[in-house]
């Protein structure tokens, strides 16, 4: 089993990414219209999710399976607790929650592409931890919507109460508004509704889908990994006033989650293929949905801090670097 860094680099979906990059970096005109890379995302979401259920349907939600949905539920809590603990003293209150609220939920691409290492490799995983990757967004969003009310509340203690706290203070947001806005989210909903079709379809459904779901995805995930190059690369134009603190967080960060999770793994003695998928789950950052509540539940952060270190730092660190990287120190644990 080859698992180098060159190894993963000759994989032609990684090559479309850095081809993406190299096309935005020379200024090229290149460009995916916006409704077919949006298609792309779709697609992707609606094969992964119909895919993972099929493979729930297979092996059934056993006690390993519900330990490692349960272990990704805990790492979706954690990450952002440890996070801000971190940030908070050296970034503003506000951004902080909203990095660690990012961090604390998952890239499904990055996910996707931890499989296809996975099935290059011929190792085995299990289709629960699709579903610990659905459930993954959750915590974060809740941690999202906590982190900030304690900051408004620990700002308005601080202010002045001639000032007037409450004349200051936005009114807290609602939790119940913010998770089923986060449910009801396009991108969220169908990947659920994929993986009960899936599930429900079993291997009878995914011989019917074969065509669409399993023929085509290695080049539509081509052409979306060449649109995520072509963002990253325009997104790290827009982080040369970033902190070099941020930026070492987006790079760093990644490992130490990915880390925890992998000594999770093995206390809990769950497969390789598996620990791998939650250390990349639990190491990658939301660029999607978290992001977007975080606009609507911390209004007072600054998108472009959380979003340029999830897709123009963390992501590329994790496609390139982080998924062989994790695997190898996996592979030295479970020998």
Known sequence: MDISLLANFIDPAILFFFFG???????SNLEIPGSIAKFFSLYLLVAIGFKGGVALAGSGLDATALAGIGAAMFMALLVPAYSFLILRGRAQPFDAAAIAATYGSISAV???AAQQFLTRNDVDFGGHMTVAMVLMESPAII???LLASYVRSSTALQLSPSVGAAAVTPRPVSLKAVLHEAFTDGAHLLLIGSL????????????MMAPFTADIFKGILAFFLLEMGLLVARQLREARGMPPFLIGFALVMPSVNALIAIILASLLGMGAGDALLLAVL???GSYIVV?????????????????????????????????PLYYFVIQALWS
Do not use: D, H, Q, W
């Open 21 to 27: 990059v190299f096309a935005a970096a020379i200024r």
């Open 196 to 207: 009960l079709i899936g599930y429900l379809t079993g291997e009878a459904g995914k011989e």
């Open 291 to 323: 992001p977007a509540i975080c606009r609507y539940a911390i209004p007072e952060a600054s998108p472009g801090r959380y979003f340029t270190m999830s897709l123009g730092f963390t992501f590329p660190f994790n496609i390139i670097v982080g998924i």
């Open 143 to 145: 941690m999202a919507v």
């Open 110 to 112: 990055t996910f996707i």
């Open 282 to 284: 639990s190491a990658s």
